[in-house]
């Protein structure tokens, strides 16, 4: 077997047990302690009010799978928008899409607070808007790599304050405000994280699809369409994905950064730029991820528990800073 | 007129609302290599992106085989034409990816390559003379060899028409003629090619038809040595021509204008 190949079903293969271990990690660690025996014995009789059960099913099961869901989806929309873009700087977060997703939930969140169902959406067609806002500009003006960066954190910052007028006009309505800022799994519920999860399946499975067209599209607009690649039409598809994904995320999990930064680069640093690979790699360490970084948050401090938001910010501002100064032009491709 | 591989009859065309190309007549026949040679600024690349569709065109008509551009779908002119910009990106990928690109237009929904699309591939290696650096990293290779790389992908297109902008730009005089023969070779092997060069001995030596352009119009269409006996080279370029023959070709260099 080739060695390219070979590296490629290692990393694959570590991922997945590395996701095992922290699904483990999530359910089993938090402010209260489980006990295993007390909970598989509640389980195997169905004790549905027994206190193991209630955390496992209730707390421990959603905050877990809202991990997973979170950090596959954000983790891929970086890859994305990172190839749509040929910007190794670009993220949600980071180009504004989190805060457009996040002002258009807290949005429909505060006007019709009895539609749950309603978050998601509105949270895709807000990070949708975003998008196509920056790529507008990237492609009419010929903003540098560097603009784009810096026009997301103007957007951002317009969004922020749209957010922080919701809170105040709708203090009672706004979903866990100062949590969904910072970005948390915590106070998650199935039913909160249902509709964002088909969503977020939706968008995995197309962007999987996706992976062979990104590669062709990340050989420049010219040789894409030289090669029959409807470009404008595949561009709209991918970013569309990418806000999919980004907005179901945000929807439930808040503004989390840097995940969709951090997670592409680690996997193009060992795979590659072939998104064939990148994709469904960056949503296993993109889950591992926000699984890890969830697990630290609730017993670095313990018994106070920080958000995993936060501690992504501390992982993600150093990260984006080495990017910065690693003096190249950010740049996916030369 | 029914060898025309490639025609254009009254094409203007340029970016936004410029027009570069001033109602442009072209016809390239079948197994030609017909070379754009003109000034920077000319229109030659916009000539070449409007034949290939990439660049819409105001007015005219374009025809390839015998069909009008326009009513080409995008995966059916890829199996016709192939084209190898100036500007392109390089990614961390391998030259064996970089050539299976090529297949793209025939890949099916789910984008897998046939054992049929590996042999084109395997083909186009083998030609370009990338088939040993298969796995290497195209961001690994000098100039020269992702010129290759690209040339490979082209190959594995599979079109009876080729175009290439500039494929000798930025390259040493060795590859430059690496690079010529193969295009050479393609012809041999029945491919039309129109390419843009900067070289004018080049040009002479590799074309079959060179067509000077200048301020967005052909000149003329010739064979090099009619283009050069003409003296529209030298007075395009404001260059003086020298020809010397050896037993088996014409040598062909300039010098300033005196």
Not at chain 1, 37 to 65: H, K, M, N, W
Not at chain 1, 105 to 122: D, E, I, K, N
Request: proline share 4%; glycine share 10%.
């Amino acid at each position: 077997m080739k060695s390219w190949r070979r590296k490629g079903i290692y990393f694959a293969v570590c991922l997945c047990i590395l996701l095992v271990l922290a699904i483990c990690l999530s359910l089993f660690t938090g402010s209260s302690s489980l006990s295993m025996t007390q909970l598989l014995e509640q389980l195997r009789t169905s004790d549905t009010t027994g206190t193991a059960y209630r955390i496992f099913v209730y707390v421990r099961l959603p905050r877990t799978l809202a991990a997973i869901a979170a950090g596959a989806a954000l983790a891929v929309s970086g890859a994305i928008i990172q190839a749509v873009l040929n910007n190794s700087l670009a993220s949600p977060n980071i180009i504004g899409v989190n805060s457009g997703a996040g002002f258009c939930a807290l949005l429909a969140a505060s006007l019709f607070p009895a539609a749950t169902m309603l978050v998601p959406v509105a949270a895709f067609f807000g990070a949708l808007a975003t998008s196509l806002f920056i790529y507008a500009l990237a492609a009419k003006t010929g903003a540098s790599r560097m603009t784009l960066v810096l026009a997301g954190v103007a957007i951002g910052s317009i969004l922020s304050a749209g957010m922080d007028v919701l809170m105040i006009l709708f203090p009672d309505d706004v979903i866990g405000a100062t949590g969904f800022l910072v970005g948390s799994f915590s106070g998650v519920t199935m039913t909160g994280l249902q509709p964002a999860a088909i969503l977020i399946a939706i968008g995995l499975v197309l962007a999987l699809v996706c992976g062979y067209d990104l590669n062709v599209l990340a050989l420049g607009e010219e040789i894409a369409s030289g090669l029959g690649m409807r470009v404008a039409r595949m561009r709209f598809v991918l970013i569309a994905i990418s806000a999919l994904l980004a907005g179901a995320a945000v929807s439930f999990a808040g503004l989390l950064g840097f995940i969709g930064l951090m997670v592409p680069h680690i996997c193009r640093r060992f795979l590659g730029a072939d998104n064939r690979v990148v994709l469904p790699c960056a949503m296993l360490l993109g889950a591992i991820f926000a699984l890890v970084c969830d697990a630290l948050g609730k017993f670095l401090f313990a018994p106070f528990e920080i958000p995993v938001g936060i501690l992504l910010a501390l992982l993600g501002g150093p990260f984006f800073l080495f990017l910065l100064l690693k003096g190249g032009r950010g740049r996916m491709y030369d | 007129m029914t060898d025309a591989v490639l025609s254009l009859q009254g094409v203007c065309a340029g970016y936004g609302t410029k027009n570069i190309l001033q109602s442009v007549d072209l016809c390239v026949k079948e197994n030609e290599i017909l070379t754009l040679a003109g000034p920077n600024g000319c229109g030659k690349s916009t000539l070449l992106k409007t034949a290939a569709g990439l660049l819409p065109h105001t007015s005219g008509k374009i025809y390839i085989k015998g069909k009008v551009l326009a009513d080409y779908a995008p995966k059916e002119l890829a199996k016709i034409a192939a084209i190898l910009p100036q500007s392109r990106s390089v990614p961390g990928i391998r030259v064996e990816q970089l050539a299976l690109h090529g297949r793209f237009p025939y890949l099916g929904m789910m984008r897998r390559p046939s054992r049929g699309d590996w042999e084109k591939v395997e083909e186009a290696m083998e030609l370009a003379g990338v088939a040993a650096m298969r796995d290497r990293d195209l961001r690994t290779l000098s100039g020269g060899e992702r010129q290759k790389a690209y040339l490979a992908m082209a190959i594995a297109q599979d079109t009876p028409l080729l175009f290439l902008d500039e494929p000798t730009t930025y390259l040493d005089i060795g590859k430059q003629f690496e690079i010529l023969e193969m295009v050479q070779l393609l012809q041999s092997r029945g491919k039309t090619i129109v390419m843009v060069l900067h070289d004018l001995a080049h040009a002479l030596t590799y074309s079959t038809q060179i067509a000077v352009m200048q301020q967005g119009a052909i000149l003329s269409v010739q064979p090099p040595k009619e283009v050069f006996s003409s003296g529209l080279l030298q007075s395009v370029f404001h260059v003086t021509g020298h020809c010397t023959q050896t037993e088996t070709q014409n040598i062909y260099y300039f010098t300033p204008e005196k």
